[in-house]
């Protein structure tokens, strides 16, 4: 009985301890709340918009009354929304009751904002009343356009002054000229730079005794603006003219020629014909025919040359203005032993898939007179078909694709495949083979050496190969095309401009030869490439 009545006597005096502190926790809760209560939001207005440009503004607010109530800061808040806030741009600029000003910059041009004044207390966030405004649109660049000077028959110098900037930046600038009053940038134009202030321009590649018209422009993103036009008119030249390819090279002889393309206002064209020598740059100083007056296109046989020497031989064409050339080609005379056998007589081969070559005798050699382009070993087995450029990289076995996985591709250039299919050994047709460096080496001696011989091989005219197709003669028939080729490790390059066929010889390490064709030279090339390239391929009979 004492134990449970000391018991009950505790109890009694923790209850009464317990209710105590609830007591004072709630007086001091109301207290706290009642103090938080007086503190009231502020009062402010947003100041009308002002200074508006394309990208900047000038407001601010009025803090009419604080209640005695510390402002902890206060500004602008700026979008392109209604009601903007402080979770928006804002500007940081008032701390204390009364006017402040607030500026807004990097805003875009031609566009509506919405603003707010806020002022920040312990109260919390109070916001103004919202308006709005509209930044400046950007104008086009004021310009002008310098007079045009140094004209010759072919360029002429002019430039021009951009002014103003219209409040954007200038992205572009020059001169805009062609043969019709007021012309644009869709015309010939040069192009000088950024920004404001004067610049020249140097036009090129002009008619002779043509009028053009010339003008400024300059563009930002209002849009391109124009300068004053002025109109100048070039001066006479020489004459124009083109040389044509070189062919039928014998030890002592070759053809060539040339078409007069203009006299330039110069005048008639009193004498034409070809100028050749050992040097670079021939003129008719040195060694020439001479196939008379006129514009048209002729014929010129190079004769008394020396064998197994390399000329270089250009078109020209005069009149009363002076003496215009052609573009220059180089050649190499044969060997006074190899003797021109005229057309060429093609046979016929087939490989496993059924598709049917044409061949060419060379010497002692016979060749494929197209590219291969058979997608099975010669034995039936079927050589791999690879798209992916990271999966070819990495293939360790043989495999072919056609240039930029277009398949109209097969039937002009052929296939394109790795080396390992070439080191089968069993790619060509039974009876043939892929040539080695030896056998390409051969080929190219009995063209008269690596320097020509490759004009020799190309397929002429510029429909397969693109402009100039420097000395393509095909008089040996091997017909070469330049099927382009395909990069180990990234994708397609060269089509029309280079052929490239695999050699049977190996190289040290991760590299196999090639022999190389380039429309711009006519050199037989030896070189080396990585054996998962992809190359084309021409069989020899074994």
């Known amino acids: 009985m004492g134990l449970l009545h000391t018991t009950n006597l505790i109890m009694k005096l923790s209850l009464k301890s317990f209710y105590h502190s ?22 402010l207005t947003t100041a009308e918009p002002a200074e508006i440009t394309q990208t900047s503004v000038v407001s601010g607010g009025n803090i009419k009354s604080d209640e005695g109530t510390e402002i902890i800061v206060a500004g602008v808040c700026y979008s392109t929304s209604v009601n903007p806030s402080v979770k928006n741009k804002h500007t940081n600029d008032g701390r204390s009751a009364g006017s402040f000003t607030s500026s807004l910059t990097g805003l875009t041009p031609n566009t509506k904002y919405y603003i707010r004044a806020y002022a920040y207390t312990a109260a919390g966030t109070s916001y103004g009343n919202e308006l709005s405004f509209t930044t400046s649109q950007i104008a086009v660049a004021t310009l002008t356009t310098a007079e045009v000077t140094s004209i010759t028959a072919n360029s002429a110098i002019s430039g021009g002054n951009i002014t103003g900037d219209g409040g954007g930046l200038v992205t572009g600038r020059g001169v805009c000229w062609g043969i019709s009053p007021n012309p644009t940038i869709e015309d010939n134009k040069t192009e000088d730079g950024q920004g404001t202030g004067s610049f020249t321009s140097y036009m090129s590649d002009l008619q002779p005794v043509t009028i053009y018209y010339v003008r400024t422009y300059a563009t930002n993103s209002a849009g391109t603006s124009y300068g004053s036009e002025i109109s100048f008119k070039t001066l006479a030249s020489a004459p124009v003219v083109t040389t044509a390819d070189v062919s039928l090279i014998t030890a002592f002889t070759a053809k060539s020629g040339g078409t007069v393309l203009s006299d330039c206002g110069g005048g008639a064209i009193t004498a034409k014909g070809v100028c050749w020598g050992i040097l670079e740059n021939p003129t008719t100083d040195d060694a020439k025919t001479d196939e008379g ?250």
């Open 293 to 542: 007056a006129g514009m048209d296109t002729f014929t010129s046989i190079l004769a008394d040359l020396k064998p197994n020497t390399t000329y270089y031989v250009r078109a020209y064409a005069t009149n009363i203005t002076g003496t215009g050339y052609g573009n220059q080609f180089n050649f190499t005379t044969r060997s006074d032993t190899i003797v021109f056998n005229g057309d060429i007589e093609y046979e016929n081969m087939k490989d496993i898939d059924g598709n049917i070559y044409k061949t060419v005798q060379a010497g002692t050699q016979t060749w494929m007179a197209e590219n291969l382009r058979t997608t099975h070993f010669n034995d039936g087995t079927p050589i791999s078909y690879i798209e992916d450029n990271l999966f070819w990289d990495v293939n360790a076995t043989g495999a072919f694709c056609y240039y930029d996985n277009d398949f109209s591709n097969k039937y002009l250039y052929g296939a394109l495949y790795n080396w390992q299919t070439v080191n089968t050994g069993s790619l060509c047709p039974a009876g043939w083979h892929v040539p080695s460096d030896q056998e390409w080496k051969i080929l190219s001696d009995f063209l008269g050496g690596v320097q020509g011989a490759g004009g020799m091989m190309k397929e002429t005219g510029i429909i397969h190969w693109s402009i100039p197709n420097t000395g393509a003669t095909n008089e040996t028939g091997f017909t070469a095309l330049p099927g382009g080729y395909r990069l180990h490790d990234s994708g397609y390059y060269s089509i029309k401009n280079e052929g490239y066929w695999w050699s049977a010889t190996g190289n040290p390490g991760e590299f196999a030869s090639y022999c190389s064709l380039s429309g711009i030279d006519q050199i037989m090339k030896a070189l080396s490439g990585n054996r998962n390239n992809g190359y084309s391929v021409r069989c020899v009979k074994d």
């Open 22 to 43: 609830f007591f004072i926790f709630f007086v001091v809760f109301l207290i706290e709340s009642c103090k938080k209560d007086e503190l009231t939001p502020v009062l």
